[in-house]
């Protein structure tokens, strides 16, 4: 059984804005991701702020979304504009430092894993759905689940096309 997404108005707020903001893949990526994320939470007992790992994980990708490509990676692009969206609504500052780091770090091998219980178990979930990375952490009944209710829906391919339309991309 999937975990339940945390039910406060931050976490709504966060999803409707990526769902308007993004297209369905991307939207579907980032809630494959949490999923993941939140599944090795609870399968390896790691205590985490589940409210930031949501924010973080949901808006990990907001940086690749049109209007908000910036001449920097989008790591920080999007982690930038998550911190001040979250802020806006209430999220408190230490709280809204871990989701930067989270998403600036997503994509940093090596080294995501090391920064936080959020920052590393969102690397994770993410991983796990972009090259299988933890995947056999993952209950096949799980990853079925998982894949119903956020099907990939053109990712593969359509994830390639917006990431190396990037300026900087992931360098």
Known sequence: MTVA???TRLCREAADLVREASPEYLFNHCLRSWHFAALLAERHGIAHDAE??????????????????????????????????????GLDQPRAEIVWDLIALHTSVGI????????????????????????????????????????????DEDFVDVFHANPVGAR
């Open 112 to 155: 995501a894993e090391h920064k936080g219980p959020e920052v590393a178990l969102a690397h994770m979930g993410i991983s796990v759905d972009v090259v299988g990375r933890w995947v056999e952490h993952v209950p096949a009944a799980e990853l079925d689940a998982i894949l119903e209710l956020a099907p990939r829906a053109g990712f």
């Open 5 to 7: 997404a945390p039910d």
């Open 52 to 89: 930031v790992l949501y924010l973080g994980t949901i808006m990990h990708d907001i940086g690749l979304v049109h209007g908000l490509r910036e001449p920097i990676r989008f790591e920080v692009t999007g982690a930038n504009h998550a911190r001040e969206e979250l802020t806006a609504r």
